[in-house]
């Protein structure tokens, strides 16, 4: 095994696994954000911990007040709001997403990794009265891809995600609650 | 527009909206490089949560800091610096509470349904191999190979982060690998 190999076997063995985007720690990163730099000299620290605590808050489900309430409020106009969702993928492929909700329908961020170079696949919004709803299409390049589709559906109505292959095999799925 | 596909900016571009103002430019950078902040947080720190919490701490010091980033390897090179830094204090503050047990980092990838029984046994027993080996290096090696194994940053990147030159972190990653061989020859 030459130092090469050795590389992507350890690399493998290694490979934490990463738990879906929460949507806590997206939230706070996106109040973060939208409170500014808080890297002034007054109080660095206690205002970086504070952000900390937030999305570590925020992450478990907790209500924030204080601090958290004010930033949380103090969101800019440009910044919809990114909602994680859990996806299931297939063998070998690796993904997140997130949801943007816009009033004319649904955005998702698709983060994959693993679709076979030169392979086409299509998303796919399955509604909860299971109409299927185009979502866009993009073609695997063997490796890590960051995708924006978009489906004239509002996220309301949408009740599955799918990435499918041209054999109908799914790639990856999500079940939005 | 509905029904279209958009690719996503790449991370530099990302950072250069968020630098200029957009709130959602913040949140889709830490989309875009949470999973590589994650893995290098989670290998070198013993539970999700603190791994999380670094990631975290990793983009509000990088929202806090954004005015004086100055361009060299990149953001997400940037970023890994900055999480490197916060799983160190991590350490100094004991936060990390025991070693991380190699065993609970069976990857995403570890279970391949393509491979039969036989073939999938002996990946796993390798993979459990290499991961002792890997528990038995020195920390400051652990780290080198992370930084380029799961954070996956090249040598440039990765002499940028640590203050060396990039012919020096070759070096010592190389050492490192010839370490983890005789670990596992002695393991075989």
Known sequence: ?177 | MAGGTEALPGPDQLFERARAGSVRAWEELYVVARPQLYRFARLRLATDHQAEDAVSETFVRAIAAAARYRPGPGVLPWLVGICRNVVREAYRDGGRASVTDPTVLVGARGADAERGPAEQLLAGEEADALRRSFARLPDHEQELLALRLVAGLDSDAVAAIIGKRPGAVRMAQSRAVARLRGYLEEDA
């Open chain 1, 1 to 177: 095994m030459n130092d090469d190999e050795l590389f992507e076997r350890l690399g493998h063995a290694l490979d934490p696994v990463v738990p879906p985007l929460d949507a806590g720690r997206v939230a706070a990163v996106r109040a973060a954000a939208a409170a500014g730099p808080v890297g002034s000299p007054v109080e660095p620290l206690r205002s970086r911990r504070s952000m900390l605590r937030l999305g570590a808050a925020a992450a478990a489900g907790i209500a924030v007040g204080g601090t958290g309430g004010v930033l949380l409020s103090n969101e800019r106009s440009d910044a919809p709001a990114l909602e994680a969702v859990a996806v299931r993928s297939a063998s070998g492929v690796s993904a997140s997403a997130g949801l943007i909700a816009h009033t004319w329908g649904l955005e998702v961020v698709l983060d994959i990794t693993g679709l076979p170079a030169g392979t086409a696949y299509e998303m796919t919004f399955v509604t909860t009265d299971g109409r299927r709803v185009a979502a866009g299409g993009f073609i695997g390049t063997g490796g890590r891809m960051i995708c924006r589709n978009n489906g004239a559906v509002l996220r309301s109505d949408v009740a599955r995600v799918v990435v499918a292959g041209p054999d109908g095999a799914e790639a990856v799925a999500a079940d939005l609650a």
